[in-house]
């Protein structure tokens, strides 16, 4: 199963399908059933104390009409002068019962309601935070799909675990108890007779059932990929692609074939669910033929009253559902336990980027950052993700480390300075970059802001100093305002727009019919990309960090918006340390430093007027590739 399962609504059973075909026993992990219990069942064991005794009253009240039933047969067949009051009594008794039983069931659903959402809210707040704080190596790695696929459905399936399964175990097997104990009191042999009969039950129930499972497991797979095929063809991106490429025929061709497998096992689980009970059915209705038969025998020979056998067949059928569902109930529960075991792999996962033990907050910094001997490799698959939220269920991760990237990089940026970095695509600029605010950390050497290691400071005081401006700023869908303030929750709106002018975009928002109540984003207006950059920086001007951090966009910016995005660049440089990954001269040419980093070390490095005097790469790449190098260096550098 690929992309996406999350399309499939509340699907519980999807924990079993991504297994494979392996049954769920096979994996479950020893002391999952106590860790259920002590981690999330346990608040409520007040709750759960009380549902199992309504469902203990409900299940107890079972074979009660049954009984009342044998009375009035019992009373009409014998005709006594009390007949006429049993009668009366046996009528009121039956409305009793079962208004009690209403009432009963209605408190018993409250109750595993309330319990079932309040473990669905528990077990999502956790797996919610736990995800949030993953390293961002993880979310490279994983497929959305899939972890979306863990906040719905494996909760959901986990809930079930606990008040569904657990619920319809116990009141089931009350149920069983209870009926088949008053089948005995009635008459041992003909519950002895009843008995017989079971194990080819068991039999066919067991049977049936897994054969039921293995389609609806078949069914949810196929259902996946054909979800996983709409959710990828009908995104902007892919419907773009099917369109240039022309293959809309093709694309119907591969769907419809996988929609028609689809249908193909729904019928057949349609048919053999029927067939399961039918010969349920079948097999009562021939079980209750043979009590009355028999029954009426003991009845001629006076064993049993009438009443007996009246009440006796009632309390067959009543078992009949009971032990049926108490056959499949071993593979339920590994189902939905199989949800639980799903949630905990997942909030089981370290969090190798956190706050460290006694880590300090990081307050006023000046901004000064030093990277000391620098070597960095990307953390390997195994140590960055979870195999079932990769590709497939069965896959094994990668656990070589990968390749490094960073070589001995060491550079000091004074508070206050700007550090352009220049090279080749692939060197490793935007490693360095990532490593400032900790979006990885570094194998060997150190990266220090004010003399600190980043690895001992406090994340939120980390993240408060450094801002960091990306190549393809991303936008929540919302308003340009909430965007903006996601950097400053308290600003106002006069601060909002201070630092959207600064950064250039002032005018482009107000000029917005909706000015900064446009919602942009995912689906909302579409920026250019220098506009976005722009709004990325404003934003970032609003944190008002001590350290900024900016990949130079310079593919999409059209001439107007670049001159604006360098105006913007030098209010939001200006008093600030900042490490920019350059492409255009002016930029580079500012810098009060510039490192050339090839193949994951710095080459060269120095100013501008310095670098491209020496022969090697600098000189090179101005020469071939600086965005604006053919015009004259902005005067303010002096530079050239
Ligand atoms: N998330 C990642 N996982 C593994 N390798 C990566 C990742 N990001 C970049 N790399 C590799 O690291 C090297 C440096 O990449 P990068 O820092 O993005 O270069 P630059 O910004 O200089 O173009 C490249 O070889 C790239 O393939
Ligand atoms: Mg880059």
């Not at 469902?55 to 009375?71: D, F, N, Q, S």
Request: glycine share 8%; proline share 4%; with cysteine.
């Amino acid at each position: 199963m690929s992309a996406f399962s999350g399309g499939h609504g509340m699907m519980p059973q999807l924990g079993l399908v991504r297994r494979g075909a392996t049954m769920p026993s096979d994996r479950l992990p020893r002391g999952l059933v106590r860790r259920v219990w002590v981690e999330f069942a346990r608040p409520y064991r007040r709750r759960l104390a009380l549902l199992l005794l309504a469902i203990g009253v409900g299940a107890a009240m079972t074979p009660l009409p049954a009984l009342i039933v044998k009375h009035i047969v019992d009373a009409l067949s014998q005709r006594s002068p009390d007949t006429a009051r049993v009668v009366n009594v046996a009528a009121v008794g039956l409305i009793a019962v079962a208004a009690v039983t209403a009432l009963v069931q209605l408190w018993e659903r409250y109750l595993s309601a309330w319990i079932g959402e309040q473990l669905i809210l528990d077990l999502r707040r956790a797996v919610f935070d736990h995800v949030q704080r993953m390293p961002l190596a993880f979310f490279t790695r994983t497929q959305t799909g899939a972890l979306i696929s863990r906040l719905n459905n494996d909760v959901i399936g986990a809930q079930r675990a606990l008040t569904g399964t657990f619920g319809t175990l116990a009141q089931n097997g009350i149920r069983v108890v209870v009926v088949v104990g008053a089948m005995f009191v009635l008459s041992v042999s003909l519950t002895l007779l009843v008995l017989s009969v079971l194990p080819l039950f068991v039999v066919l129930a067991k049977g049936v059932g897994r054969r039921l499972q293995a389609l609806t497991r078949e069914s949810m797979q196929l259902n996946a990929d054909m979800s996983t095929v709409m959710t990828e063809r009908f995104n902007v991106a892919g419907a773009l692609l099917v369109k240039l490429f022309g293959r809309p025929a093709e694309e119907n061709r591969g769907f419809v074939e996988r929609a028609e497998r689809v249908a193909d096992v729904g019928i057949r689980s349609a048919v053999v669910g029927r067939l399961f009970f039918t010969l349920l059915g079948l097999m009562g209705s021939v079980g209750i033929a043979v009590v009355y038969w028999v029954g009426s025998r003991l009845v001629l020979g006076g064993a049993l009253s009438t009443g007996d056998v009246v009440a006796f067949g009632l309390l067959v059928t009543q078992a009949y559902a009971p032990l049926s569902a108490l056959t499949n109930a071993p593979v339920e529960v590994l189902t939905a336990l199989v949800s639980f075991d799903r949630v905990f792999e997942v909030l089981d996962l370290p969090h190798p980027i956190g706050d460290a033990e006694g880590a300090v907050r990081l307050v006023r910094p000046r901004g000064e950052v030093v990277f000391d001997r620098v070597s960095f490799a990307y953390p390997s698959a195994a140590d960055s993700s979870l195999a079932s939220l990769e590709r497939g269920w069965s896959e094994v991760l990668d656990a070589s480390p990968g390749a490094t990237v960073l070589r001995d990089v060491s550079f000091v940026a004074d508070a206050g300075q700007t550090v352009a970095l220049v090279g080749p695509s692939g060197a490793g600029k935007s490693t360095i970059c990532s490593l400032v605010p900790r979006l990885y950390d570094v194998s060997h050497g150190a990266v220090r802001i004010d003399g600190h290691d980043v690895r001992d400071l406090t994340l939120s005081s980390l993240a408060a100093a450094v801002g960091v401006v990306s190549q393809d700023p991303h936008l929540f869908h919302d308003t340009i305002r909430t965007n903006l303030r996601y950097a400053r929750p308290g600003a106002s709106d006069a601060d909002v727009e201070a630092a959207c002018r600064a950064a250039q975009i002032h005018d482009v928002i107000a000029a917005l019919p909706d000015g900064y109540d446009t919602v942009v984003g995912e689906r909302g207006y579409r920026l250019s990309g220098g506009e976005k950059q722009r709004l990325a920086l404003a934003r970032v001007l609003l944190k008002d960090p001590a350290v900024i951090v900016l990949d130079e966009a310079t593919a999409h910016l059209d001439s107007e918006s670049e001159v604006a995005v360098q105006r913007a660049l030098a209010t939001a440089l200006a008093r600030r340390t900042s490490l920019v990954i350059a492409h255009r001269l002016s930029t580079i040419a500012r810098a009060d430093q510039i490192l050339v980093v090839a193949g994951g070390r710095v080459v060269q490095r120095g100013t501008h007027a310095e670098l491209v005097r020496s022969p090697g790469l600098y000189a090179e790449l101005y020469r071939t590739q600086f965005a604006d190098a053919s015009r004259p260096v902005d005067e303010a550098s002096g530079a050239v």
